[in-house]
């Protein structure tokens, strides 16, 4: 062994996997196909492991991928810890670079998504520790709404019934408000559509160079969220994948032969049963038990589950009577041969969170205990895996101790769920004090991923609890979060419930108002920010938030006096202030628009939105030396932003600097059309090229344009294209500019015309 190239790490996997045997039909066999030759029809290209809980699936892939990384293959894991494809090709492209083979446009590009991302998220005004304070007060919120059971049967009868098409171009149209950039809303809109060609191109140059093995576990958690794009990834929707990429994927459940149908030749289908007993036996010989009673007792009392048999086997009983009556207690096999009561308690305990980390574990220890040394102990069980600082109980281990601890004593259960409760809360007090089901309405507002832990864990809380409610509320929450509208489905399960204080009551309304104006829902969000502001009306985030909804309408004079109030209470609040200057811009108040944005950008200075906003407004009034340095200094805060680059080219332009104009709008272009090759929205970005083409003065943007019309774009991004060529018009004197306008609107008018004979009332 090269010890140059083994880690500490890598020492102890090896050492906690050496106890596993059995399985050599498997593992000879995934490991005679990596000999097979790349191209040889014997080759199987995906391994599916399946079978219950316990009989060892994990334990056979961490073999197979060691197998696959002596073999000189690249390896990548991915358990239920991933909630999202984006996540999932993070988490890879991350153990790719630990390898030594980093993907750097891939990560570049996943770091715009999700800085963006975050940007939507938090609308630049959730606490900036939103997420962390989410998922430490998951404990908190799962035992209060246990105890809310009788109340929240009403969470879960409503449903969005809007289409999933209408629901995402509303969802386009909130993008298109917020970011100037066609790369920003097609990344967001379809973020596995904008990253995964990247991810691909980048995985197929790295596989011309070594192996590539991809580990799957846990898939009856991570398959609804991964499986279409896994199959898609298999038939080259987004490129040719690595000819040398063996994929391996284990889960409770057989594979879904109907939906796998086109790649059924190429999957070796490994189910696994518990251990025969020649296997049972051998693994036994194999840890020097071959006391034919000894041997005969285990055998009996494990059910050849090998991840029993393991625990049995651990301390080489010596006598029948150690190892007790096969009908005895599941939690006594685990810890049979542990006389050291604090740690026989402390192993129960340590199973009521879904993992554990010494200081959680210092919270349920008693007083005095040393940490450190339980902590070394508890990661030394066979039960236990270890991964980044925490410790993960096998989830037949955890269940079984879990009804043990709830049934032997309800009280400590619940008084155990307090203090960890109580501990979280105190982690995160620095960020502000919410209740639980704030913390449940606030989840909403955060991301994919935060929503999914949060689901999850009010699934596992309804199974710790045997409260069948709560955990048919969790699992509807994670099947809302597999729809195209989940934030809209999130909230129409907290809508109607009866058990929300009116504080949550107020945040849940806001939410909800929020959704519902991202959807272009303009009435309905107003009327819920109404209802929030009523029950809360000094919260200065639910009167800015309403302001904008005006803005968007244009109702200038209502959103200036949302702002007012908002900056009264709170006048700090750089985005509110930025916000104000923008309606003042859009309403032709610019002296008063550049007050508020220097104003702002004194709070927050490389606010890139603020600086491009007030950019425009020196435009306006043609002080173009000043619009062009902030521009610049935008570009210089997000230089992927094709949208800043086309504004120094209208200041250009404007000041009949037609050269400099050319060299921005070209690398406007360049921007826009690098994002056309891995963005599956094509008509935004297409937009602008037409938008960019037109300033050049090129007759392209005409035959660009009817092509265009010709696909049927939805008619939010005709508008929207429609804006831009008029504030081109308003800029430049271009017949070619005048022609394009005047096709558009009476595009429109013809599309309006056929609406109002479909639906009479389509026209609001």
């Given at each position: 062994m090269d010890m140059r190239t083994v880690s500490y790490q890598e020492?102890?996997?090896?050492q906690q996997a050496a106890g596993f045997v059995g399985r050599e039909g498997p593992l000879a066999q995934f490991q005679a196909n990596l000999a097979v030759p790349v191209g040889d029809p014997a080759r199987r290209l995906v391994f599916f492991i399946h079978g219950d809980g316990g009989v060892g699936k994990t334990s056979l892939m961490m073999q197979m991928r060691e197998i696959a990384a002596e073999h000189g293959s690249l390896t990548a894991y991915l358990d239920e810890s991933v909630f999202g494809v984006p996540d999932a090709m993070h988490v890879i492209a991350v153990e790719l670079a630990r390898q030594g083979e980093?993907?750097?446009?891939?990560?570049?590009?996943?770091?715009?998504?999700r800085k963006r991302r975050h940007e939507v998220e938090t609308d630049r005004d959730a606490p900036p520790e939103a997420a962390v304070f989410l998922t430490s007060t998951a404990v908190r919120v799962g035992l209060h709404a246990a105890r809310a059971v009788p109340g929240v049967g009403g969470l879960t009868d409503a449903v969005d019934a809007a289409s999933l098409a209408e629901q995402a171009d509303r969802f386009r149209k909130f993008l298109g408000t917020k970011f100037r950039s066609h790369q920003d809303v097609a990344m967001l809109l379809s973020p596995a559509q904008a990253l995964t060609p990247v991810f691909v191109e980048e995985l197929a140059a790295i596989g011309g160079r070594r192996a590539f093995g991809l580990f799957l576990d846990t898939y009856e958690r991570t398959g609804p969220i991964l499986d279409d794009w896994l199959i898609a990834l298999l038939a080259g929707r987004y490129g040719p994948l690595p000819p040398n990429l063996v994929v391996t994927i284990a889960g409770r459940s057989s594979m879904d032969t109907e939906r796998w149908a086109p790649y059924l030749v190429t999957v070796a289908d490994t189910p696994l049963a518990p251990?025969?007993?020649?296997?049972?036996?051998?693994?036994?010989?194999?840890?020097?038990?071959?006391?034919?009673r000894i041997v005969e007792v285990m055998l009996a009392v494990s059910g050849r589950l090998p991840l029993l048999l393991a625990t049995l086997a651990k301390n080489h009983p010596q006598d029948p009577a150690q190892i007790g009556d096969p009908s005895g207690d599941a939690v006594e096999r685990f810890l049979k041969w542990e006389t050291d009561q604090q740690r026989r308690v402390l192993a129960v305990a340590a199973a009521l969170p879904r993992s554990v980390n010494e200081d959680t574990l210092a919270v349920l220890a008693s007083d005095g205990a040393d940490c450190t040394e339980l902590f070394a102990w508890l990661r030394a069980q066979p039960f236990v895996t270890y991964q980044a600082g925490r410790c993960h109980y096998h989830e037949v281990v955890r269940a079984t101790m879990i009804r043990l601890a709830r049934g032997q004593s309800p009280t400590r259960w619940r008084q155990q769920h307090r203090s960890l409760a109580d501990q979280h809360q105190a982690w995160r007090r620095e960020i502000g004090e919410q209740d639980a089901w704030s913390g449940i309405v606030q989840a909403g507002s955060e991301s994919d991923a935060v929503r999914g832990q949060w689901a999850q864990m009010l699934t596992q809380a309804g199974t710790d609890a045997d409260a069948a409610t709560v955990r048919d509320w969790g699992e509807r929450l994670e099947s809302a979060l597999l729809t195209v509208d989940a934030e809209v489905a999130f909230f129409n399960l907290l809508a109607g419930s009866t058990v929300l204080p009116a504080a949550a009551r107020a945040e849940a309304l806001r939410c909800r108002a929020r959704a519902h104006r991202n959807l272009g829902r303009y009435d309905e969000a107003l009327a819920d920010f109404n209802r929030a502001i009523e029950l809360n009306p000094d919260r200065a985030r639910v009167i800015a938030d309403r302001g904008e909804t005006y803005q968007a309408l244009r109702r200038f004079d209502e959103a200036l006096a949302d702002f007012a109030?908002?900056?009264?209470?709170?006048?700090?609040?750089?985005?509110?202030?930025a916000d104000r200057g923008e309606t003042y811009r859009l309403a032709g108040r610019f002296d008063e628009a550049l007050a508020d944005f220097a104003r702002a950008l004194e709070l927050d200075p490389d606010d890139g939105w603020a600086i491009a906003h007030r950019?425009?407004?020196?435009?306006?009034?043609?002080?173009?030396?000043?619009?062009?340095?902030?521009?610049n200094r935008a570009i210089e805060l997000d230089p992927d932003q094709d949208w800043y680059q086309y504004l120094c080219a209208l200041t250009h332009l404007a000041r009949g600097e037609t050269a400099a104009a050319a060299t921005r709008l070209a690398q406007a272009v360049e921007l826009v059309q690098a994002s056309l090759t891995r963005s599956s929205n094509l008509d935004a970005d297409e937009i602008n090229i037409i938008t960019y083409r037109a300033a050049q003065n090129d007759p392209e943007a005409s035959r660009l344009l009817t092509e265009l019309l010709a696909k049927g774009p939805n008619t939010w991004l005709i508008c929207e294209c429609l804006d831009d060529l008029r504030d081109l018009a308003a800029a430049v004197d271009s017949a070619l500019v005048a022609e394009l306008v005047t096709r558009l609107e009476s595009h429109l008018v013809g599309h309006q015309a056929l609406l109002v004979r479909e639906d009479p009332e389509s026209t609001a």
């Open positions: 020492l102890i996997g090896r980093p993907m750097k446009r891939f990560t570049r590009l996943f770091d715009t998504y251990f025969t007993e020649v296997e049972a036996r051998q693994f036994l010989a194999k840890q020097q038990i071959t006391d034919q109030r908002a900056i009264e209470l709170d006048p700090d609040r750089d985005w509110v202030i950019g425009q407004t020196y435009q306006a009034l043609r002080r173009y030396d000043e619009a062009l340095a902030d521009f």
